[in-house]
């Protein structure tokens, strides 16, 4: 019975008690005995002393109850041991475990015991900088317990067991909850301040947003207040607690009234990517744009006065001005059609995507030097940096798009869709999409307001 866990000794205690309880009950006693006074314990037991004093109360002569009155002295004993708390040393660089036990005068006879504990793990133990040690000595000052996590979620602790330490390796379970967030943006927001403002909580699934949305949604100056967005994702639970969260199942984020969705899609248990509802990939063959900026500076006009040249002249793209330096990217695969100087153009890079499209970059400051003639780029692969060369008055990239040799605006301009789902998995995906935005509407509806501590700020 000693071997018994300590919760399996409470039931045990209960059980005898009830059936004290019912002998009472049935036998001659004094009318004024209430029989629930005497089984009420506070707290489940959570008191031994407490339970134990009430018991005493009308049992005191009992031989059983005075045993079970000693169990519990001894269960009070055991668990004041196991509540002892252990010292956290963190590792530092360079750190050996011989060298931080003679740093906390630790015996080195406590370290071969831990070696000889696990031989097959103390061969591909390294600590690691940063990581926390836990330990506790006995009152001869010998080690009773330690710890190590080598990795996330992996803890290795050994325990003495009277001259020798037993080893234990657990893997900690992770737990994966779906959770919904409805955002909407205030004056002031950005996605990152308004997300962690509705309750998301790491950044990473935020920045998460604009990466899948590139394509679509300039993040840099679309934005504005009353923009919004559903999202269901995964938080991760070790332990009963919060511990990270995980991959985005579904998004909708709506824009200047014009709602994006994107839906995180696995067949057969394997990964695709992100798709459209309509089952378009998410990563489309353009980009939005092709550089982080501060602003516009100038927009693409047809009946445009050149700010140089002082005369009407079409402006045929879009300049995005940005400190010189900047990085420039290709917003699609394709091949190098002609690169150089011109007074005009300063430094340039032309592209052609196929025989459709083409996009042109003027102005650099400096071409990249993978950038040859008939070179391949492949899609966000830088091609240069922001300058001011040729003809410009500040800082800016010149940015042109051309559908079959007409120039289009770049802000505007509906660019082609992702590559499509097979005929065979359009199906099963539109029913799977389906099925998750239709729970996302549900859960929308149970909120009574989106952010509704700022929604009036």
């Given at each position: 019975?000693?071997?018994?866990?300590?919760?399996?000794?409470?039931?045990?205690?209960?059980?005898?008690?009830?059936?004290?309880?019912?002998?009472?009950?049935?036998?001659?006693?004094?009318?004024?005995?209430?029989?629930?006074?005497?089984?009420?314990?506070?707290?489940?037991?959570?008191?031994?002393?407490?339970?134990?004093?009430?018991?005493?109360?009308?049992?005191?002569?009992?031989?059983?109850?005075?045993?079970?009155?000693?169990?519990?002295?001894?269960?009070?004993?055991q668990r004041d041991t196991f509540a002892q708390e252990t010292t956290s040393v963190t590792i530092k660089n360079g750190d050996t475990l011989s060298a931080i036990f003679d740093r906390l005068d630790i015996d080195r006879a406590d370290l071969t015991a831990i070696q000889e504990a696990s031989p097959r793990y103390w061969k591909s133990l390294s600590l690691r900088a940063g990581r926390n040690l836990?330990?506790?000595?006995?009152?001869?000052?010998?080690?009773?317990?330690?710890?190590?996590?080598?990795?996330?979620?992996?803890?290795?602790?050994?325990?003495?067991?009277?001259?020798?330490?037993?080893?234990?390796?657990?893997?900690?379970?992770?737990?994966?909850?779906?959770?919904?967030?409805?955002?909407?943006?205030?004056?002031?927001?950005?996605?990152?301040?308004?997300?962690?403002?509705?309750?998301?909580?790491?950044?990473?699934?935020?920045?998460?947003?604009?990466?899948?949305?590139?394509?679509?949604?300039?993040?840099?100056?679309?934005?504005?207040?009353?923009?919004?967005?559903?999202?269901?994702?995964?938080?991760?639970?070790?332990?009963?607690?919060?511990?990270?969260?995980?991959?985005?199942?579904?998004?909708?984020?709506?824009?200047?009234?014009?709602?994006?969705?994107?839906?995180?899609?696995?067949?057969?248990?394997?990964?695709?990517?992100?798709?459209?509802?309509?089952?378009?990939?998410?990563?489309?063959?353009?980009?939005?744009?092709?550089?982080?900026?501060?602003?516009?500076?100038?927009?693409?006009?047809?009946?445009?006065?050149?700010?140089?040249?002082?005369?009407?002249?079409?402006?045929?793209?879009?300049?995005?001005?940005?400190?010189?330096?900047?990085?420039?990217?290709?917003?699609?695969?394709?091949?190098?059609?002609?690169?150089?100087?011109?007074?005009a153009n300063g430094n340039y890079v032309f592209l052609e995507h196929d025989r459709v499209y083409k996009t042109k970059y003027l102005h650099l400051f400096k071409i990249d030097p993978a950038i040859k003639k008939g070179a391949t780029v492949k899609q966000g692969q830088r091609i240069g940096s922001v300058g001011m060369t040729g003809h410009a008055t500040g800082p800016h990239l010149h940015y042109?798009?051309?559908?079959?040799?007409?120039?289009?605006?770049?802000?505007?301009?509906?660019?082609?869709?992702?590559?499509?789902?097979?005929?065979?998995?359009?199906?099963?995906?539109?029913?799977?999409?389906?099925?998750?935005?239709?729970?996302?509407?549900?859960?929308?509806?149970?909120?009574?307001?989106?952010?509704?501590?700022?929604?009036?700020?």
């Amino acid at each position: 019975m000693h071997k018994l866990p300590i919760k399996h000794l409470f039931t045990c205690s209960l059980l005898i008690a009830g059936l004290i309880g019912c002998v009472v009950l049935f036998t001659d006693r004094p009318a004024a005995l209430n029989v629930e006074e005497v089984f009420t314990f506070d707290d489940e037991f959570s008191s031994s002393s407490t339970a134990r004093d009430t018991v005493d109360t009308y049992f005191e002569n009992s031989p059983l109850m005075e045993g079970l009155a000693n169990r519990l002295d001894a269960i009070d004993t055991q668990r004041d041991t196991f509540a002892q708390e252990t010292t956290s040393v963190t590792i530092k660089n360079g750190d050996t475990l011989s060298a931080i036990f003679d740093r906390l005068d630790i015996d080195r006879a406590d370290l071969t015991a831990i070696q000889e504990a696990s031989p097959r793990y103390w061969k591909s133990l390294s600590l690691r900088a940063g990581r926390n040690l836990e330990y506790r000595l006995d009152d001869s000052g010998s080690l009773e317990y330690f710890e190590y996590s080598p990795e996330d979620l992996v803890d290795y602790s050994f325990t003495r067991t009277g001259d020798a330490m037993t080893f234990e390796s657990r893997t900690r379970k992770v737990v994966s909850n779906e959770t919904y967030r409805w955002v909407t943006i205030q004056r002031g927001d950005s996605v990152i301040s308004a997300g962690l403002a509705a309750g998301i909580r790491q950044e990473k699934t935020l920045w998460r947003i604009p990466k899948l949305l590139q394509w679509d949604i300039d993040f840099y100056h679309d934005i504005h207040p009353g923009d919004s967005f559903q999202i269901l994702y995964y938080e991760r639970f070790v332990d009963g607690e919060y511990y990270e969260d995980g991959e985005i199942i579904a998004l909708q984020f709506t824009s200047g009234n014009r709602p994006y969705n994107l839906v995180r899609y696995e067949d057969e248990g394997i990964f695709k990517g992100y798709f459209t509802r309509e089952g378009y990939a998410a990563r489309k063959r353009f980009l939005r744009t092709p550089v982080e900026y501060t602003r516009i500076s100038d927009g693409f006009n047809l009946k445009r006065l050149h700010p140089i040249h002082k005369v009407v002249k079409p402006h045929l793209g879009i300049d995005y001005a940005a400190p010189t330096g900047t990085p420039v990217y290709a917003t699609g695969d394709g091949v190098v059609s002609k690169f150089g100087y011109t007074s005009a153009n300063g430094n340039y890079v032309f592209l052609e995507h196929d025989r459709v499209y083409k996009t042109k970059y003027l102005h650099l400051f400096k071409i990249d030097p993978a950038i040859k003639k008939g070179a391949t780029v492949k899609q966000g692969q830088r091609i240069g940096s922001v300058g001011m060369t040729g003809h410009a008055t500040g800082p800016h990239l010149h940015y042109e798009f051309l559908v079959n040799g007409e120039h289009q605006d770049p802000a505007t301009i509906h660019l082609p869709e992702g590559k499509p789902l097979s005929e065979d998995e359009i199906e099963r995906f539109q029913a799977h999409a389906d099925e998750l935005f239709d729970r996302m509407n549900a859960l929308r509806s149970e909120y009574p307001e989106a952010r509704p501590s700022l929604v009036n700020r």
